[in-house]
């Protein structure tokens, strides 16, 4: 079915409305010809069925980064009409707001290299990771309930990181909406012991350098200069995320037999926007994605305190601060332009990163000329990338761009790939220590795994959905 | 045992058989419980019971393997051994030995957060019950 696909531009491929039967409106795939030879026809599937949702509005679209996921591709984008739209767990993922946050520091390499060993062994034991690891945090119903109202707000009240940081966070780390009494006991039980943990798989905290800067008025816009130490955490919304996906595609399932809404996978199963359905999911979602911000707050709070106590400095003269917080796995209502009218759509992000442009009234004051800081994990031997977001992307993606290197080996390859190899001493080799709690979790994790995450920024860049600030490496990488 | 891993990108899963239904799925929490660690370490000290339900058998099949990987996201209760009594309108009464997992003695493998609808399947083959089921890590 490859043949079907019409290469747009340099950038674009469409999956055109007649790929498959059903499709209301056509697929765009932004991937370049390299890309293109790693596409799976799965994710080209996904794009397609998502096409076929009612009330999709522009096209379904699919980032550099796409694989195949569950029901929507991972990297996929899709706005729906309030009115005749739907809103599908399928298309947030089950970890619910998964996301990135950066660090900055005052710091440089080199100040930095000989106490590294140090560093990430103090990180390494003061951040929960891993299969079975238990958090700090003990979490009773009332105090949960507060997390999922409050969001990050609720770590700062609770001593952990500064008013200030709030406002460098999508969202100012809190959707509005939350609805604690729609989360199931279940959820709340996997929730109560998980806050304030790193979780496990492709979930890490890294210690990096600024190593090229692309756009020296953004960079120092951002406060980041060229072999500074940034950290960058990757965590989500942990079991209670899950559990409250989990709950909800049951009920989205019946929902979508109710409305008679067919569907090709049961996975995408979706209500219309305005049923009660999809409001109760988008209420417990919200409540899930404030958690999230909460757990990404309490990370940071105990990374700055770690490279306090290493390198007994105080907070100002480490001047470790939040350079911004990305959501990249929620659903959110948001105002676009579409067809010259301001519109209120339902956008699905599913590991793809909003990106919105200067201007844009939902940005801090911090960053309001300059657009939005854009953050993209890449794989733990390569890079990791700041970009800013653009006009463009509002007008093509919805404000939308990538959100990683993408997968491209199977766990089992890749455990088959690292066979008679220690990873980690590949990994010392080029200057990066690597700690990790599961002795597979870096095999499944290497570089090679991975599709090279500066191929796919390329991508987002020369398409104009966002625009390059900064590369930086990592030194040391901590996992579950 | 009665289970492979089958090779997806980025998660994993599990194909088991079994001569009935209620077989092939306790080998599927078998299988997926040795995703988690290696079970060859875990004893069956204590046990837990549950009643799981379904609008299908694929729907009964993932709400009864959430429902393990809900027992060992909040207790830590990791099995090595699982009965499961007749498929009757859809529901099944399921019985797990085991114990809390300790990460000092148990290898930690993968964590599984979810069992998922993904490619899943459950269907007679030759006699034999097979299914497949894909996990959210």
Request: net charge negative; with cysteine.
């Amino acid at each position: 079915m490859f043949e079907k696909l019409r290469r747009i531009d340099e950038n674009r491929l469409e999956v055109p409305r007649d790929y498959k039967p059903g499709m209301k409106t056509r697929g765009i795939i932004y991937v370049d010809s390299a890309l293109e030879r790693a596409l799976e026809l799965g994710s080209v599937e996904q794009v397609a069925n998502v096409a076929s949702l009612p009330g999709i509005v522009g096209a379904s679209m699919a980032m550099p980064d796409v694989h195949t996921g569950y029901g929507f591709p991972i990297g996929g984008v899709a706005a729906f009409d309030l009115q005749e739209g739907v809103i599908s767990p399928g298309g947030v993922g089950y970890d619910i707001n998964c996301g990135v946050r950066l660090l900055r520091s005052n710091l440089v390499r080199e100040r930095l290299l000989p106490r590294m060993k140090d560093l990430v062994d103090v990180l390494f034991r003061e951040i929960p990771a891993g299969v079975g690891s238990k958090g700090k945090l003990r979490l009773g119903k009332a105090d949960e309930e507060k997390v999922l109202l409050k969001g990050a707000r609720w770590a700062v009240e609770r001593g952990f990181g500064e008013m200030a940081d709030l406002e460098r966070i999508e969202s100012g780390g809190c959707l509005e909406g939350a609805d604690p009494s729609l989360v199931s006991n279940k959820a709340y039980e996997r929730g109560g012991a998980q806050q304030g943990t790193l979780g496990s798989g492709n979930h890490f905290l890294e210690i990096q350098y600024v190593d090229t800067i692309y756009d020296e008025e953004a960079a120092r816009a951002l406060n980041l200069f060229k072999d500074q130490i940034t950290v960058m955490i990757h965590t989500g919304s942990r079991g209670f995320g899950h559990q409250v996906c989990t709950d909800f595609l049951e009920v989205m399932s019946r929902a979508a037999a109710k409305y008679g809404i067919e569907l090709p996978d049961r996975e995408l199963a979706c209500a219309p926007f305005k049923s009660a359905e999809a409001q109760d999911y988008l209420a417990a979602m919200k409540a899930a994605a404030n958690y999230a911000w909460a757990n990404r707050q309490c990370l940071m709070h105990w990374t700055r305190e770690a490279f306090m106590s290493v390198l007994s400095m105080g907070p100002h003269e480490l001047g470790m601060t939040l350079i911004y917080d990305v959501a990249h796995n929620i659903a959110k209502v948001e105002e676009h332009t579409v067809n010259g009218r301001k519109t209120k759509l339902i956008m699905h992000r599913k590991g793809s990163t909003r990106a919105f442009p200067p201007g844009h009234p939902e940005l801090p004051d911090a960053y309001r000329k300059l657009g939005q800081p854009v953050l993209i994990p890449g794989d733990m031997g390569r890079a990791s990338f700041v970009l800013l977001g653009t006009e463009k992307a509002m007008q093509e993606t919805f404000g939308s761009t990538c959100h990683g290197a993408g997968r491209m080996m199977s766990r089992h390859h890749a455990i088959r790939q690292a066979k008679g190899r220690a990873i980690w001493r590949e990994l010392a080799d080029k200057g990066i220590i690597v700690k990790s709690t599961g002795r597979e979790t870096l095999a499944e994790e290497m570089p090679e795994a991975y599709k090279d995450v500066s191929d796919v920024v390329n991508v987002v860049h020369n398409a104009g959905i966002s625009t390059k600030v900064a590369r930086l490496r990592p030194m040391g990488v901590i996992k579950g | 045992m009665q289970f492979e891993t089958i090779d997806i990108s980025g998660d994993a899963g599990i194909r088991a058989r079994g001569s009935t239904v209620p077989e092939a799925f306790a080998n599927a929490g078998i299988g997926m419980y040795s995703l988690i660690t290696d079970i060859s370490w875990v004893n069956e000290s204590t046990s837990i019971v549950f009643e799981a339900n379904g609008d299908s058998l694929e729907g009964l099949l993932v709400s009864y393997l959430n429902e393990l990987v809900f027992r060992f996201d909040t207790h830590g209760f990791i099995g090595r051994k699982i009965e499961i009594g007749d498929i009757s309108g859809l529901s099944m009464s399921v019985t797990v030995y085991g114990e809390e997992f300790d990460p000092g003695r148990h290898e930690q493998r993968l964590l599984i957060k979810a069992a998922t609808y993904h490619n899943i399947k459950v269907k007679q083959i030759d006699g034999m019950w097979e299914v497949e089921v894909v996990f959210d890590i």
